[in-house]
């Protein structure tokens, strides 16, 4: 069985977003504006993507893993997993957490990373000291039976000392997209001796996800969305393009990637007011904590350019928890809901 092919360097595009949700994961998920409405079919002015029901889910309650299991590691290292009764699953998005515990073995999970934030996961220690930095230390105090994790997250070194200390570190590829999702959660549930319990996740979840894009209308214009990951105190503006992750997120709503649609040739780019005006996008998609840290929507459409955009010009924001929208996990059905309901004011 196989996780995944032999480990290049990251893309330019994976880098960038991971430097990126480094900052981002360092701060809460506190909604970004406390004059933004929820989505409640209203496609003017502001409006925050919620998910109505953020809670795990478990395809099972009673998994029985059938160990041992081989699996071939994403950096080509073929990995024995004998125990999983002592579970640590980080990377940078909290995929793989959130695929364990819907999985059925939350109860097993000894340490996280700061994505994982859904609540069942609270209590569970974090081995992530600031942002995406793992701390070798506090995961070998947990005495982890299985390490599930990816090159987004680091630094490698601290993968290597592990597996030099015996325990059975499991790479998956670092690549977020919607058609990876099932076989992101096939790879985690062969690693955990769960197969069965994986196909049946996968086929809720790819349910769930096919169930959501039908939201998106089937007539009118599709939106032009500007996805903006901005950081005030930091001086970080920027735009997203292909690769961002958010293209996949708009695309999957029925709208239109502004930045892939104007030809950027990388996930993220420094934003100009030219650009942005040139762009004219319809909706501004952020982060709650990126709008925030502008001063919400009054500060934002203060920006140089934004007003001068259709979206500025109509305050018509949609933000979204800086861990959910960009999870790509068991939950992205849900998600694309939210997305869809905030953005078209369509609901079922």
Do not use: W
């Not at 004059?35 to 079919?41: C, D, H, K, R």
């Not at 905030?342 to 079922?348: D, I, K, M, P, Q």
């Amino acid at each position: 069985m196989k996780t995944g092919a032999r480990p290049r360097p990251r893309s330019t595009a994976l880098s960038a977003l991971a430097g990126l949700l480094a900052v981002v994961l360092l701060a809460g998920c506190a909604p970004a504006d406390a004059t933004a409405p929820s989505a409640t079919g209203d496609t003017a002015g502001p409006a925050t993507a919620v998910v109505d029901d953020a809670s795990i889910h478990p395809i099972t309650t009673d998994p029985e893993p059938r160990l041992p299991v081989t699996v071939r590691s994403y950096d080509g290292v073929d990995v024995t997993i004998t125990d999983v009764s002592r579970i640590i699953a980080v990377d940078l998005y909290g995929t793989l957490g959130e695929i364990v515990y819907t999985l059925g073995l939350g109860d097993n999970v000894v340490g996280r990373d700061r994505a994982t934030g859904f609540p069942e996961a609270a209590d569970v220690p974090l081995v992530s000291a600031a942002g995406h930095d793992l701390n070798a230390e506090s995961i070998l105090s947990l005495n982890p039976t299985v390490v599930l994790t990816d090159t987004s997250i680091g630094p490698s070194e601290v993968q290597a000392q592990l597996r030099a200390a015996g325990i059975p570190v499991v790479y998956f590829t670092p690549e977020r997209t919607l058609e990876g999702i099932g076989p992101q959660i096939t790879a985690v549930a062969e690693a955990l001796g769960v197969p069965e319990a994986g196909a049946a996740l996968v086929e809720r979840v790819e349910g769930e996800i096919a169930s959501a894009v039908e939201l998106a209308p089937a007539d009118g214009e599709a939106p032009r969305i500007a996805f903006l990951y901005l950081r005030g105190a930091a001086g970080i503006y920027l735009l997203g393009g292909p690769g961002s992750g958010a293209d996949a997120m708009i695309h999957a709503i029925g709208a239109v990637d502004v930045g892939t649609n104007i030809g950027l040739d990388r996930s993220f780019v420094n934003l100009t007011s030219e650009a942005l005006i040139s762009a004219a996008p319809d909706v501004i998609l952020m982060f709650s904590e990126g709008l925030k840290s502008v001063g919400g929507v009054d500060g934002l459409v203060g920006i140089t350019g934004i007003a001068q955009t259709p979206a500025g010009a109509n305050r018509r924001v949609v933000d979204m928890s800086d861990t959910t929208l960009l999870s790509f996990g068991p939950r992205t059905g849900a998600t694309v809901r939210a997305l869809a309901e905030a953005v078209h004011g369509t609901s079922r």
